[in-house]
């Protein structure tokens, strides 16, 4: 198996359970992105990134902080699998925003993204998280669907290969 690094950003803390739920069934530790320089992307071959979309789309204040390390990062040769929390009722039209912007600035580094997920079963107007019809990554709504969760993460393990 390849070397996989975990890490995530969490206000409420859902994204922090979502990620230990991750490492769980991985047999791993997952890792607060806060305080972090990317050289903590170093030893990894694959990496797991986790965030919330803040309010109407923004993106999770630890991940904004890191946001000049990610842009000074180099992510060539990495693979990066996303998973996004966010709520599709009270914020239709940026559900997932932050996760896309995340997946905009790996793929700048020169990550290459793997772990698409489909858009059904979701009810939303609008989300940067959708490119060519998918989500850049594994879509998750904790406010709405919470039954959905564990099943959608082990559906979407087995799609990256783990």
Do not use: C, H
Not at 82 to 95: I, N
């Amino acid at each position: 198996m390849a070397n996989i690094g975990i890490f995530f950003g969490s206000d409420t803390g859902n994204t922090e359970k979502v990620a230990e739920k991750i490492a769980t069934k991985l047999s791993l530790d997952a890792q607060d992105i806060a305080g972090n320089s990317s050289d903590i992307f170093d030893d990894y071959d694959l990496l797991i990134l986790g965030t919330p979309s803040a309010n109407y789309g923004e993106m999770q204040p630890d991940w904004d902080y890191f946001v000049p390390e990610l842009e000074d990062a180099d992510l060539n040769g990495k693979k990066v699998a996303l998973f996004g929390l966010g709520d599709q009722v009270d914020y239709p039209d940026s559900f997932l925003d932050a996760m896309g912007e995340l997946a905009e600035m790996v793929e700048e580094a020169g990550g290459e993204l793997i772990g698409e997920w489909p858009t059904d079963g979701y009810e939303f107007n609008d989300s940067r998280a959708v490119k060519d019809g998918k989500f850049v990554g594994l879509a998750l709504d904790e406010d709405r669907q919470p039954e959905l969760t564990d099943d959608r993460i082990a559906t979407w393990l087995v799609s990256l290969g783990l």
